[in-house]
């Protein structure tokens, strides 16, 4: 069975950083490649990032490119997202994803 648990979110003022980490088990996490969506309030799911199987392809929504850094480690069955420069439009439950499933989310709340 597919397991994810994200961890890392908490209140952080604009312009601050973040280090989401997801740990995967249930599935050979080398061999797929991972997402990372968010759920603002409100609002419907919105893709951010995407990292293939060998960690060396990274894909991001425009809104965060340049602010947002994705990356996995296959020994440890773990992936990263690390958010810079936030901004309050940031604020959103974050996700890691495989496939169509997802984790049970951790809170990013960015506020001053």
């Known amino acids: 069975e597919v397991h994810l648990v994200e961890s890392g979110g908490g209140l952080v003022q604009p312009g601050g950083s973040l280090r989401l980490s997801c740990a995967a088990s249930?599935?050979?996490?080398?061999?797929?490649?991972m997402n990372w969506v968010r759920q603002a309030p409100g609002k419907g799911l919105e893709w951010v990032s995407g990292i293939n199987a060998g960690g060396d392809t990274t894909t991001y929504t425009p809104s965060v490119k340049g602010r947002f850094t994705i990356a996995r480690d296959n020994a440890k069955n773990t992936l990263y997202l690390v958010l810079n420069t936030l901004k309050t439009e940031d604020t959103a439950m974050y996700y890691c994803?495989?496939?169509?499933?997802r984790g049970q989310g951790t809170q990013v709340t960015v506020s001053s």
């Open positions: 249930g599935f050979d996490f080398s061999f797929y490649t």
């Open positions: 994803s495989v496939g169509d499933t």
